[in-house]
């Protein structure tokens, strides 16, 4: 980022309100497009003129400071600046996922306690919460109200309630202050080298941590964001692009493996980005060279939680050093690998993970735990992961704490199976879980999702050449396609869900 947008982007401080670095955006370069959705172009200074109207017409809705507001809204660009006006009032937003069952958006008004909801008029609302449709009444309603005045001092009001699952599958938030926004803009900043004007394309459901972590950093950079739909094809993705002058893009890993079948050996699909960010949950190491190889040298594979923000950006240098890795900390965080009673592990030595630092939440809203293994304690956010660390400061994933297979006593950390088996060139994706057994607790099963002919006796041959006899899977099972959540992760549970009613049908037959 260069001349007045850099000065603009840096002259925000931790106590200021998001909305007041737009309004000196649209000051310093008001036709620099801020958000673009198809044929749609939203330049800074409306965007600020938008926003603040809006703002305003949700003040004559009742919505205060300190308020939650509802978005059960589709990936557009009004979702997008009524998160930003909710904020300029003080208030903070919540995005359910709008293709989510009745009664989990039910739920999740019930446990925010939200002042008012705004849904798209397609979107089923549930009922129970003051609620209105976003349609031409609405805009009709936003175009006559005044301009209103961003709340001071912002930085420590929650300004949007990042949404994941609790350990019963009820919806639990944390939230995201103003300040802490300003922390992920420095982090994302400094690992993508965000140095000159960026257009970003965001793909990802506007629901999700992960698209907030990497839009709101543009915005507040004073870049543009292109809007396009979630269920882009590999080859729309690659023609927006190259059509649309884009720079940088944020992905999950289903797309990564898309493009990566789209791309074949020898040539890199998409040269013209400086930064390719896949989020959601890890690829494996051949995966990360792969995209480094054949997609594009800016590839990033990032990890990070609701929680925490962006804990690592892998870079290419990164995995091709240490290509088994998540990467190294970002600025501003600090991570700790420690044992069950909070102190650091020797190098090499698998723990729990921890983090802190200005980017991380403060605690959970709505419920008062997260997924097993995940709190806050003492300053302290633990993700709920395993790891381990090596002296360079590189860290290794070794499961989630709820994943642990325990065989006849000895702790399984199904990433280490997982790597062995990801090694066969015929294998897309792999999911190691523990199923119970008489005998040993629990037992091994890999659930292998393959892209071309397999033969289980060569996977257990491979297991067998670099693992010990105890963490050999007892069985492998192969899919067409492993379960994922929306976000792109594998969904353990639906697997031994699956598992167990497969033997038991068998046992009954």
Known sequence: ??????????????????????????????????????????CYAELAQTVAKQAGYLATLGVRKGDRVGLLLKDHADHFMLMLAAALLGAASVS??????????????????????????????PAGVPALPLDEQWNLCVSKSSLHEPVPAAGDLPFRILLTSGTSGAPKGVELTHAQAFAWRDIARTALNLTTPHRHLSILPLAFTGATMLNLPHIILGNTIELASSLVTPEEFVA????????????????????????????????????????????????????VNNLTRGFVDNYGASGSGPVTFMSAADIERCPDSIGRPVVQTQVEVVDEKGRPCPAGEIGRLRCR???????????????AGELFDDGWYYPGDLAKMDADGFIYLAGRAADIVIHGGSNVYPVEIERVLMRHPGVRDVSVVGVPSEEYGEDVVAFVECSSAVAERDLLEACRRHLSPYKIPKRIVFLDELPRSPAGKVQKQQLLDRFLEVQSATARA
Not at 279 to 286: H, K, N, T
């Open 357 to 371: 630092g200005p980017a991380a939440a403060r605690g959970f809203c709505g419920s008062s735990s997260g997924a």
């Open 1 to 42: 980022m260069t001349g007045n947008a850099a000065k603009v982007a840096d002259c925000a401080t931790s106590s200021a309100n998001i909305y007041d670095i737009i309004r000196r955006h649209a000051a310093v370069m008001p036709e620099r497009p801020a958000l673009i959705e198809g044929s749609r172009i939203i």
């Open 96 to 125: 359910p996922n709008w293709r989510a069952k009745l009664d989990e958006k039910q739920l999740i008004a019930k446990l925010f306690g939200l002042r008012l909801l705004i849904f798209d008029p397609d979107v089923r609302a």
């Open 240 to 291: 927006l692009v190259k059509n649309h002058a884009i720079t940088g893009a944020t992905v999950v890993p289903t797309i990564v493996r898309r493009l990566l079948r789209l791309a074949g050996p020898g040539a890199q699909l998409l040269p013209e980005l400086d930064y390719l960010v896949c989020l959601g949950s890890p690829l494996s190491a051949g995966e990360r060279r792969d995209a």
